[in-house]
């Protein structure tokens, strides 16, 4: 399979990013610049785990590394994209977590059913595209794993 560029919309509305002014405070920015930092930036996927569909997706902005959060959250919603260290990931399943969450998207990046099952794959690029709460909305009932911007 030939590496592909997705673009993967999110919203960064703190409802989604709970840990988005936390980031952006510890990173002497404003929320604003963590936004525009982390959409700007072009990511490659490392590999797939911790969960199914989950990719490590290095190129993260220094700037934008943060460690881990001490005590994990007992369930982080699919969908989240979070910062781990140097690298940036979404959750593809409802799953426990401890990365710090900054915005969600409605697509899908596991569907067990699809062929591959996962939207994303090592040595894909990967682009945020920042979306408001009514586009998000308006995608979470037409995305799909097979779905991107």
Avoid at 13 to 39: I, M
Avoid at 41 to 56: D, E, W
Avoid at 86 to 94: F, L, M, N, S, W
């Amino acid at each position: 399979m030939r590496a592909r560029t997705v673009t993967i919309p999110v919203c960064y509305d703190p409802e989604f990013g709970p840990d988005l002014v936390e980031l952006a405070k510890a990173a002497n920015l404003t929320p604003e610049d963590v936004v525009r930092l982390h959409s700007e930036a072009t990511y490659v996927v490392f590999f797939l785990g911790f969960s199914p569909g989950f990719a490590y997706l290095g190129g993260l902005p220094q700037i934008l590394h943060a460690p881990r959060l001490t005590t994990p959250r007992k369930l982080v919603a699919a969908g989240s994209v979070g910062v781990g260290g140097g690298e940036t990931g979404v959750y593809p399943i409802d799953s426990p977590g401890g990365w710090r969450l900054i915005g969600r998207t409605p697509v899908r990046l596991f569907t067990p059913d699809a062929t591959p099952p996962t939207l994303l794959q090592p040595g894909d690029t990967v682009r945020f595209s920042p979306i408001d709460r009514e586009q998000f909305r308006a995608l979470s009932d037409s995305c799909s794993a097979d779905k991107a911007i």
